[in-house]
T-cell receptor, first 113, second 115 residues
């Protein structure tokens, strides 16, 4: 079974530029999550999708972050404009109703300079 | 407000000995707890979990203990192996349906197992 796929693996951008990350969850997983992990901290949930609907985006900084999952499968997370403090690893995870845990991708390491 | 805390940033253990990683939580709504392991440049991988209706769950060399009254859980690895060297994250959620993956993580503990 293929795992959660994310791209790109690494991205370096200047502040005020925009960036997008892509995630393909495990096949059949209806629930998709985006987490932000700042160096030295644990991952923090940004947004949760159930199929193509948003379940929880209470911790997403909506003035600059946006996410979508149009067809209920792949998802993109966008930052526009980026700030220095957005430097982090962005992790995508997915789960199904049959699971009691989430499965994580390898993450995208973003550096904003 | 850190709802899940791992107060030990690092732990160093000799191969063959026991590793004990600790975690405290403050939110009484949490009723499902997980441990994830993370190697450099990889995403977290699920290790073991425990429901609040239990106080112990065992899987091979890994055992998780839950003390609900103290809002404390611990992960025991016996015997520890060099391949166990990684960052260990404690996480908590409210069980059920689509909520299992909606996790609140601790800061992580770096475990180093010396040969």
């Amino acid at each position: 079974e293929a795992g959660v796929a994310q791209s790109p693996r690494y991205k370096i951008i200047e502040k005020r530029q925009s960036v997008a990350f892509w995630c393909n969850p495990i096949s059949g997983h209806a629930t998709l999550y985006w987490y932000q992990q700042i160096l030295g901290q644990g991952p923090k949930l940004l947004i949760q999708f159930q199929n193509n609907g948003v379940v929880d985006d209470s911790q997403l900084p909506k003035d600059r972050f946006s996410a979508e999952r149009l067809k209920g499968v792949d998802s993109t997370l966008k930052i526009q404009p980026a700030k220095l403090e957005d430097s982090a690893v962005y992790l995508c995870a997915s789960s199904s109703l049959l699971n009691t845990e989430a499965f994580f991708g390898q993450g995208t390491r973003l550096t904003v300079v | 407000d850190q709802q899940v805390k791992q107060n030990s940033p690092s732990l160093s253990v000799q191969e063959g000995r026991i590793s004990i990683l600790n975690c405290d939580y403050t939110n009484s709504m949490f009723d499902y707890f997980l441990w994830y392991k993370k190697y450099p440049a990889e995403g977290p991988t699920f290790l073991i979990s425990i429901s609040s209706i239990k106080d112990k769950n065992e899987d091979g060399r890994f055992t998780v203990f839950l003390n609900k009254s103290a809002k404390h859980l611990s992960l025991h690895i016996v015997p520890s192996q060099p391949g166990d060297s990684a960052v260990y994250f404690c996480a908590a959620s409210v069980a059920g349906g689509t909520s299992y993956g909606k996790l609140t993580f601790g800061q992580g503990t770096i475990l180093t197992v010396h040969p």
